[in-house]
């Protein structure tokens, strides 16, 4: 089978997508696989379906696979490549639209600037929306990895998050401790592990080690996750300059019961096609 593809990133979060809003593709998690190995395929944090709405209310539907096969809920840097993706194919020429994902939908938007703004929708924070097992709602609960106690928030951004504040983000055992929480058995559907570095009320440093793909350079629901936790746990005020490894985002959030908007960028790399057995 032969499949055409862009190649995008949002601050180094790199996406293979594909555009099937003609026609569906047979995506197995065996061929995302090997569409995101960096050595045998194109290389990818994430593949990006784009498909045609299913409901009257939004414009586009939006599916999220992993570099491991699995599919996910939602993906805050992928909005923002999806939104640029319509629009240079052509597909909407709509400023903003509605697109639906597994966890609800979303409304990103492409400025005139040619920065992105995504309304993230309103964050989870009740442990079983996470889903997180504890029978307390406390912002801050203590989670064993290891012979260590980490203090973590619990987020969903449609995702699920597990926000630790640390000192100093480039000393943080990412990869060793990211690895225990994104399979910790208080968290049943995995987490994304977020490394948060408060540098003032607004403005921090983040590192997130990914459900089913490891650190990438930026999380984009991890940085609304992060603002979100720290927000809560006093440290922040919105709006916040978030810095990761591949660039910045601006994070806004009123509060609880309010939508957390996220702005960056979103830049297309190459277009091309590949053979998929």
């Known amino acids: 089978m032969k499949l055409r593809f862009t190649k995008m990133h949002g601050l180094g979060n790199d996406f293979v997508v594909i555009d099937a809003t003609r026609a569906p ?32 209310d939004v414009d586009f539907r939006y599916r999220i696979f992993n570099a491991d096969g699995g599919e996910v809920e939602q993906c805050g840097n992928g909005a923002r490549c999806f939104v640029r993706f319509v629009h240079e194919r052509g597909l909407t020429d709509k400023a903003e639209i509605r697109v639906e994902t597994r966890s609800g939908i979303i409304a990103p938007r492409l400025r005139a600037d040619g920065l992105v703004t995504v309304d993230m929708g309103v964050p989870e924070l009740a442990p079983v929306k996470v889903p997180f097992v504890s029978d307390s709602d406390a912002v801050v609960q203590p989670l064993q990895v290891g012979d260590d106690t980490v203090a973590i928030t619990a987020v969903s951004m449609g995702n699920p998050h597990a926000v630790q504040v640390v000192a100093d983000v480039d000393a943080a055992p990412v990869a060793e401790q990211g690895a225990a929480i994104e399979r910790h058995a208080r968290f049943p559907a995995r987490v994304n592990a977020g490394f948060l570095q408060v540098v003032d009320a607004h403005e921090v440093r983040l590192r997130v080690f990914e459900r089913g793909a490891g650190e990438t350079l930026a999380c984009g629901t991890g940085a609304c996750a992060a603002v979100v936790a720290g927000i809560l746990r006093g440290l922040l005020e919105t709006p916040v300059r978030v810095h990761t490894r591949g660039g910045e985002l601006e994070i806004a959030w009123a509060g609880p019961g309010t939508p957390v908007r996220m702005t960056g960028p979103a830049v297309t790399v190459f277009e091309g096609e590949m053979v998929l057995a």
């Open 25 to 56: 593709v047979d995506l197995s998690p065996a061929r995302v696989k090997a569409i995101a190995d960096r050595h045998f395929g194109v290389g990818c944090d994430q593949l990006l379906v784009v498909e045609p709405a299913s409901r009257p």
